[in-house]
Structures are given as C-alpha cells and as structure tokens.
C-alpha cells in the first residue's frame, strides 16, 4: 500500500469516537482554541483557506476560501447571514459524508464553527438526508455536549464569538441537494432550485447572506487551520491539494470509503484500496465521480483522480465516488437505471429536464428492451444537447445529460449491438415489450 499522509479519517476510527470527551482527547475543537486564543481575524480565516486551495467536495470543486469571500461585509450589511451545512448525500454513489457524521460530529461542528468565525454568521443549519437516521441522530447529540461545554451558543469559550446550530432532517429528494432546492426546502416549501442570480451570498436562506457547502469540505477546515496552507498544499495536487473520501462500490472485491490524495491514479485506488475487479474479472466501464460524471473505458482507468485530470478524459471529479462495472455488466441497463432516478427526481420546472430525463429513460428502456431503432442513438444525442450545458434552473439537467453523453462516445458499440441483436442478452428472442412513441 502506497504511504501518504492522512487526517482525514484518522479520528473516525477510535473507539467511540462520536463522543465529546473521545473527540477532545483527538485534538478536536483544538483549531478552533486556537483560532479565538490567537486571535485571528476573520478576514486571516478567510485567506488561509484561500492559500490552501480547498475546493468544495459537493461536486462542482469551486474554491472554498473564494467562495467564503463572497459575504458581503458584515459592517456594512447587517443582516443575518447563515451557512447551510449541505448533509443530504443523495448522489448515487456517493457515501462519505455519512461516514465523518456518525463517525465523527465534533469535527464536523468545528468545522462550521470557524466557517461561522470567518463569515461572521449567526447561525449554522445542517440540512442531513432523511434516511440518514444515526448521522442525523449523532450529530443532534454532539451539539449538545457541545453546548453544554459551552462549544456552540453565546460567546464561545468566553470569547466574543456566538453561533447558534439549528439541525434539519432532509426531505427525501435527490433535488433537495441542489443548494437553492435546499434552501427551499430549509425554508419548509418544496425542494425547487432557484434561478440564480441572485446568488445565495447574497440572497440565500430567507432572503439573508447565506454560504452552502459540503460536509467533507467543511471537515477539512479544522486541519488547515490548525496545520497550516502549506501543510494541506503537501498533499494532493498543485490545483487540487489535499486528500478526499472515495468512496468505491459496484464491482470490487473490498467496497467503501478509502482516505486518498487528489492526483492518485484511478487504477491504484481500485487495484489498492478496493481489491481489483471482484472475482478477477475484467474491468468494462467506471463511473469516476457520482453517477453524474458518466461512463468511462477501461483505458482510462490510469486517469489521476483530480479536478483536472477528469476534465481532459471528457468527465468530472464530482464527490470522488467511483462506481466500477465488470465484463458482465450492461451499460445499457446501467444507464437505463441511473436515467430512471433523474426522471424521478427531476422536480419538473425546467421542460428541457422534465420531458428530457422521461424520454432518455424511455428511450434507453427501449434500446433496452429490444423494441430499439438506429435513429435513437442520434435521438438521444440531440435530447442530451437540448438538456445541457446551462440550459436549466440547476444542474440536475446536466447530470441526466453527460451520462447519456458518454455511453454515446464510449460505448457505442452496445448500444448498436443492442438494437441490432434484440436488446439485452437476456431478453434476445422473447417476446418483446409494448413502447410509448417517444420523440419521433
Ligand atoms: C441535483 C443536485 C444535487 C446535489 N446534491 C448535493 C448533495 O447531496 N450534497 C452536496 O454537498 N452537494 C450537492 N450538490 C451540489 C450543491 O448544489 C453545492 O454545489 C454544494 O453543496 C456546495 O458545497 P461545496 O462548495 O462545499 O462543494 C448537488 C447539486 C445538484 C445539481
Ligand atoms: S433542471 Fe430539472 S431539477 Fe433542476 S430546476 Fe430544472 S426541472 Fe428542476
């Protein structure tokens, strides 16, 4: 096993590690001491996690000292300014930020305590998925140790610093994820995005100066603070530093979530960390970042996994999460299912999303089923396009778009032999399915 330095998942693996007296002796709310001990400014809060390069886990990768930067002036904007701690995790594939909850909270809550420090917020909401029942469950207990310690609440170990931290049980939408849907549905309506501008540093939760960010991102802030810029800047890449939570699944010997620095080669975390292909079977197609990042070849296995490097092999770096597929698997089907889910959780504002993701998922059903024609390949090209880039509300267009995209520019030879052979093997010379007409 390759040796690189962690911190990311060190202090989730001791025993109890979920409690306040555990969390302590770890060294957690050590970089907050420190920060009101020092003391430094907000503003020095800000720019160290500038110097570091953090780019947000969420999945977009936007720098987070930049996006931090966005408040307006707490002196000449007064009023309430908010961060919406992004704990709904609903990406298929994507797994880790469940982990640092359950395992984890304190660090977790530091976190958005020197977010509150460095934007001079009032309040902290963490918006956690539904179905996440003992992260939700752990957490709502860590802040009150912590507010009994006198960790969260008014002036902050007898300083002048106070932040109040409100919990919010997600609302079981894939959509509620999209950081205005959150806010949305934060605010108790449905889980709609916003058109955007206005953005949410200036108008976000109930109309205030609002920052939302990713859990894991947020975790990293306690590290730079206490080990410096230049400390984070030793691991990962030079535009990507630090290291992330993969979290790996689909067909490996030894699926979960492994700690690796940004840049490591996508073959050696799976040949590594997860085990290689299970049963030694040969690799077909990999999902590099969450399910909206799309199907990659094998040849691209070698790809480094950093914001970058993804972006040349034609996909993202998303929330880290790979998802392998073996020689077995159909990529057809595969895409069918993962069409199937952005059908459901488009939330039907945006026609190009709603009609898009019902006609891709019924026209994969198709190709799928046997009942294809060689124009639905160039029918789903130009379904894609019309979705993407940037046409919609939000991003979940997009994510329905590059899949489809992919299979397209990969694995179009399936796709063919599909609509030549009859389908799925399993389904070649049964009796076919009834189809919907769609789009032609
Ligand atoms: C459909 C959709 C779902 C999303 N779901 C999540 C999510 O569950 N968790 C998350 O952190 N970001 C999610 N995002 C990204 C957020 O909109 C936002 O970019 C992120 O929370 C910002 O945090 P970061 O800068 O720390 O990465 C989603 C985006 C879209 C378009
Ligand atoms: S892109 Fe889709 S999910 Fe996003 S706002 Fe439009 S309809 Fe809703």
């Not at 000292?65 to 002196?75: I, N, Y």
Request: proline residues 6%.
């Amino acid at each position: 096993m390759s040796g690189f330095e962690t911190y990311l998942l060190e202090r989730t693996q001791a025993k109890d590690s979920h409690l306040l007296k555990v969390a302590r002796g770890l060294g957690t709310y050590g970089a907050l001491k420190k920060i009101l001990d020092t003391p430094l400014t907000p503003k020095d809060v800000i720019e160290e996690l500038k110097e570091s390069g953090l780019r947000g886990r969420g999945g977009a990768g936007f720098p987070t000292g930049l996006k931090w930067s966005f408040m307006p002036d707490a002196d000449k904007d007064t009023r309430k300014r908010y961060l919406a701690l992004n704990a709904d995790e609903s990406e298929p594939g994507t797994c880790k930020d469940r982990v640092l909850m359950r395992e984890d909270p304190h660090t977790v809550i530091e976190g958005c305590l020197i977010a509150a420090f460095a934007m001079r917020l009032d309040a902290v909401y963490i918006y956690v998925r539904g179905e996440y029942r003992v992260p939700y469950e752990r957490l709502a207990v860590a802040i009150e140790e912590a507010r009994t310690a006198g960790l969260v609440g008014p002036r902050i170990l007898g300083s002048d610093f106070s932040c109040e931290i409100h919990m919010h049980k997600g609302a079981g939408a894939y959509i509620c994820g999209e950081e205005t849907g959150l806010m949305e549905s934060l605010e108790g309506k449905r889980g709609h995005p916003r058109p955007k501008p206005p953005f949410p540093a200036g108008f976000g939760l109930w109309g205030q100066p609002t920052t939302v960010n990713n859990v894991e991102t947020i975790y990293n802030a306690p590290f730079i603070l206490e080990r410096g810029a230049q400390w984070f800047r030793s691991m990962g890449t030079k535009k990507s530093p630090g290291n992330f939570l993969c979290g790996i699944s689909g067909h490996v010997e030894k699926p979960g979530v492994y700690e690796i620095p940004l840049g490591m080669p996508a073959r050696q975390i799976l040949d590594e960390f997860a085990g290689g292909v299970w049963k030694k079977r040969a690799l077909k197609a990999w999902i590099p970042g969450g399910s909206s990042t799309g199907f990659l070849k094998p040849d691209a296995i070698d790809t480094s996994m950093d914001h970058d490097s993804l972006k040349e092999a034609q996909s993202m770096f998303g929330t880290g999460a790979m998802i392998i597929l073996d020689e077995t698997a159909s990529v057809v089907r595969s895409a069918l299912t993962l069409m199937n889910f952005y059908e459901h959780e488009s939330c039907g504002q945006c026609s190009q999303c709603r009609e898009g993701t019902q006609w891709l998922a019924q026209i994969f059903q198709r190709i799928h089923d046997g009942q294809g024609r060689m124009e639905d390949i160039q029918l789903l090209e130009d379904l894609a396009n019309g979705m993407a880039p940037g046409k919609t509300i939000c991003a979940l267009s997009d994510a329905a778009a590059i899949p489809t995209h992919s299979v397209i520019r990969n694995f179009k030879d399936e796709l063919v032999e599909y609509v030549r052979e009859g389908g799925h093997p399993d389904l070649r010379g049964k009796q076919p399915a009834v189809h919907q007409e769609v789009g032609v």
